[in-house]
């Protein structure tokens, strides 16, 4: 508080110092400014705002009686929203709880490697470099087709499950794919980069001069990761959670392909067959609409409650 | 679809830029329609537009489409993949290279149809606002072709320019969905029934109910689509499924799927990629289709065997068709009619393995490859006709409400 109104009095002591050309030389800048960020909010508007409007007022279509399929008039016909949130808020539901673990996973997972890259090798560039290259190699091939290899690598007859199977993990029935657990992995897989990366960013600026000083007041390596290194990469944790959290609660390529018919069905499944099979397109708008408003609820309240400054 | 046109266009790339700006811009246009579609965009707003504009609804506004198929001699035709004979060497289709060398029309041949519905979902809006989706010719199954057909998106065939139309098998001359093929052709047809691996269930299935056996919980897998699913549980269920069935008999086959479902008894539910499911292992047996399991064996040593249930199986036919506004009808016929000449088609069921619409094709395979002329899952016999059926055409409510109630049914 006190910070900010000294700020605030220098700010005012400096502004009183300009010259008139100073000052409008600064407003020029400000216009200046203003113009360039008009092609980014033209192309915000154009492919964002446009397709969002489409969504909400596709979502409140009616279907005349007796229409064709694929027949829809505009209207206002809120009942679509509450149709579709009885029908489906488990699933929606499960979604955020599939993507809520996967994100913790990643995080678990995630955080110690990029520790290591980015901490612990630092200065010895050529393990960091390889170790990168291998942490974003995965971006090089397909997203489906590496899902679909973990089907193959999960399946019945593979390593895993009969190794599982061999030491009694797994009942000697069991299987892993078709399964919620096949489901949530394949999220943390495929969106482990996403987490990994920003920390790893962070992590890279990390000053280790204040490690050695929490050493040297004697604070154990435990204590100074979590008084220390953890509070200040915090900024890279909460973009990392984001972009994983964020993909995972609407994606359905791993619920499809890794996951049954009874139990792991995601939302994006959900809007694909309203939209595709059904073609109940407005239905599927509402559950586009609904999805949207909810992770963008979730996300406001974790920026409200753990957001860091520096980041926003 | 790159390829396709690369390889059919001169190499130089202005004389190539020029032959396609020539041919129109629909190329790119589709292909970028196509793009967008993938994230349901296109059809979303397409879908809009067409309620926008008055309620138009999903009917076509019909336009006089002028044909310039004396001008223009190229044919572009949608298909399914792996749905036509492919030489992996030349990387060509050679029924389609003599097509050409007997027309003088450049055929461009794209596998771009993954599904029925999603297809559907892709160019219903421009179809609806009666624009040319850039295709001559595509190939949607039978209930899907009575869809686009009722809604007024396809054109009626001249069928004085498909002379060949009199090699259409008589079984499929008379379908409901279009009453003397004024707007489809056959293109292949094949059964859904059920097959299983021959090394680890030796003792077999002859009936659906034999899927429910407890050895073989948690290893089965079963179609998404719901016409071969259902249909074969109906007929299991004893009904009849061309005639007049209504939704107790349709909720008694969705109520068994859905406890086959609950109870781990049926592993997934798939569309296309059930096949990886029964090579990998994780599926022993389940409700597939014919062709494929010919394919699958073909390339695995013979490891499943396929049966048509004892109640019966489903028949289903994948129809040419040619979409409204496509400028070169004529073009299309003349395609149509090249592939209904017993020669070419046995060629075509020789690589496809599927069913093949057109009569004479049996005996033309035996200068092609004698040992399919035997293979009943090519050239079927009267006995394993008769215990095909055809799922009944549902209208537009009938429709909606079971696809609802299907999907509900398998967890989608």
Same mark, same amino acid.
């Given at each position: 508080m006190t910070a900010t109104a000294t700020r605030g009095q220098k700010k005012h002591a400096t502004e009183d110092l300009r010259s008139e050309e100073e000052i409008a030389a600064e407003k020029r800048k400000g216009r200046v400014g203003l113009y360039l960020i008009i092609p980014g909010m033209a192309f915000l508007a154009l492919f964002f705002a446009a397709p969002v409007l489409v969504l909400l007022s596709m979502s409140l279509y009616a279907k005349p009686p007796?229409?064709?399929? /694929?027949e829809f008039v505009p209207a206002l016909q809120f009942s679509n929203y509450t149709t579709v949130i009885a029908a489906y808020w488990e699933v929606f539901l499960r979604s955020f709880v599939f993507a809520f673990i996967a994100t913790v996973a990643a995080l678990l997972i995630g955080y110690p490697m990029a520790y290591l890259v980015a =901490?612990?090798?630092?200065?010895r560039q050529l393990m960091q470099g390889i170790l990168l290259v291998l942490l974003i190699a995965? *971006? *090089?091939?397909?997203f489906i087709l590496r899902t679909q290899a973990w089907k193959q690598i999960l399946s019945d007859e593979g390593p895993v499950v009969t190794v599982l199977r061999a030491i009694a993990?797994?009942?000697? +029935? /069991?299987?892993?794919?078709?399964?919620a657990f096949a489901v949530v992995c394949g999220l943390t897989y495929n969106f482990l980069p996403f987490m990994m990366l920003p920390i790893y960013a962070n992590l890279d600026r990390l000053d280790t001069s204040l490690l050695e000083a929490s050493g040297d007041l004697y604070a154990s390596p435990i204590k100074t990761f979590f008084k220390v290194t953890l509070p200040l990469s915090m900024p890279g944790v909460f973009a990392g959670t984001l972009l994983t959290f964020i993909p995972a609660a609407g994606d359905y390529v791993n619920a499809s392909l890794l %996951?049954?018919?009874?139990?792991?069905?995601m939302i994006g499944q959900i809007i694909d067959s309203r939209f *595709? &099979? =059904?073609?109940d397109y407005p239905g599927a708008s509402a559950l586009s609409f609904i999805l949207m408003i909810l992770i963008l609820a979730l996300v406001l309240i974790y920026i409200k409650r753990f957001g860091t400054k520096e980041l926003f | 679809m790159s390829n396709q046109i690369r390889r059919e266009l001169p190499r130089d790339p202005e004389v190539r830029a020029l032959i396609l700006q020539a041919q129109g811009l629909h190329l790119s246009r589709r292909k970028l329609l196509a793009g967008a579609g993938g994230l349901g965009l296109a059809g979303l707003l397409a879908a809009c537009g067409t309620g926008g504009?008055?309620? %138009? /609804?999903?009917t076509a506004t019909t336009a006089a489409v002028t044909d310039i198929s004396a001008t223009d001699k190229n044919v572009f035709w949608a298909n399914w993949t792996l749905y036509l004979d492919y030489d992996d060497k030349t990387k060509q289709y050679p029924t389609l290279q003599e097509f050409t060398k007997r027309t003088g029309i450049e055929a461009h041949y794209?596998?771009?149809? !993954?599904?029925n519905d999603t297809y559907y979902g892709k160019v219903q809006g421009q179809l609806a606002a009666g624009?040319?989706?850039?295709?001559d010719i595509i190939t949607l199954t039978d209930w899907m072709a009575g869809r686009v057909i009722r809604q007024g998106y396809t054109q009626k065939l001249d069928h004085a320019n498909i002379p060949?139309?009199?090699?259409?098998l008589p079984a499929l001359q008379k379908v409901d969905f279009d009453p003397g093929r004024e707007n489809s052709l056959t293109w292949q047809s094949g059964y859904a029934g059920i097959a299983w691996n021959k090394a680890k269930y030796? &003792? /077999?299935?002859?009936? =659906?109910? !034999?899927?429910?056996?407890? +050895?073989l919980k948690g290893r089965i897998t079963v179609l998404d689509e719901m016409r071969d699913t259902i249909g074969l549980l109906m007929l299991d269920d004893g009904?009849?499924?061309?005639?007049?069935?209504?939704d107790a008999e349709f909720t008694k086959a969705t109520d068994m799927l859905t406890k086959q479902i609950n109870d781990g008894q049926i592993r997934q539910v798939k569309g296309n990629s059930y096949k990886e499911d029964f090579i990998s292992g994780d599926a022993i047996a389940g409700i597939v289709w014919s062709g494929d399991i010919v394919q699958m064996n073909f390339e695995n040593d013979d490891q499943w065997e396929f049966v048509i249930p004892e109640a019966g199986c489903t028949l289903w036919s994948d129809n040419m068709m040619v979409p409204i506004a496509s400028p070169r009808k004529t073009n299309a016929e003349k395609l149509m009619n090249f592939y209904y000449e017993p020669d070419i088609a046995a060629q075509v069921a020789a690589y496809v393995n599927f069913i093949s619409p057109v009569h004479g094709a049996k005996e033309a395979m035996e200068k092609i +490859?004698?040992?399919? =002329?035997?293979n009943p899952l090519i050239f079927p016999s009267d006995t394993d006709l008769a215990k095909a059926h055809v799922f009944r055409s549902l209208n537009a409510d009938e429709e909606t409400k079971y696809n609802s109630q299907f999907q509900t049914a398998i967890g989608a």
């Open positions: 007796g229409a064709e399929i /694929g =901490v612990r090798l630092r200065g995965p *971006f *090089f091939s397909s993990i797994l009942p000697p +029935d /069991g299987h892993l794919t078709a399964t %996951g049954n018919n009874r139990d792991t069905a *595709f &099979k =059904v073609v | 504009g008055g309620g %138009g /609804g999903a794209v596998e771009d149809i !993954d599904g624009q040319d989706i850039g295709q060949n139309i009199k090699n259409l030796p &003792k /077999g299935l002859r009936t =659906v109910s !034999d899927l429910w056996n407890p +050895d009904v009849d499924i061309a005639s007049a069935w209504g +490859d004698p040992s399919l =002329v035997s």
